[in-house]
Nanobody
Framework: QVRLVESGGGFVQPGGSLRLSCAASGSIFSINVMGWYRQAPGKGRELVATMTSTGNTNLADSVKGRFTISRDNAKNTVYLQMNSLKSEDTAVYYC??????????????WGQGTQVTVSS
């Protein structure tokens, strides 16, 4: 059983900052990609940022220069530092991870989501 637990969402004014955390636990052999997706009301889920175990990152154009993704592989945790937040960043943010429970089996897991609201 693998779990992803997110924390750090909340309410912030435009221009503010928030830091999201996502910790993976359970039967984990290795973790390849960890990342964040978001879903705004009435829209589909979109990629925000991902990071491989070796440090390669991929960020959506809309968040480049404002958001930073990082990982602590020893803690099986991924972070999303969000600066200069805009109202259009308002969404439910989901953690995602590609986790191998054994050498031969891997699967994608999702967290429960954490709400980020940017409003004045």
């Amino acid at each position: 059983q693998v779990r992803l637990v997110e924390s750090g969402g909340g309410f912030v004014q435009p221009g503010g900052s928030l830091r999201l955390s996502c910790a993976a636990s359970g039967s984990i052999f290795s973790i390849n990609v960890m990342g964040w997706y978001r879903q705004a009301p009435g829209k589909g889920r979109e990629l925000v940022a991902t990071m491989t175990s070796t440090g390669n990152t991929n960020l959506a154009d809309s968040v480049k220069g404002r958001f930073t993704i990082s990982r602590d592989n020893a803690k099986n945790t991924v972070y999303l530092q969000m600066n200069s937040l805009k109202s259009e960043d308002t969404a439910v943010y989901y953690c995602n991870a590609d986790i191998s429970s054994t050498f031969f089996h891997s699967a994608a897991y999702w967290g429960q989501g954490t709400q980020v609201t940017v409003s004045s």
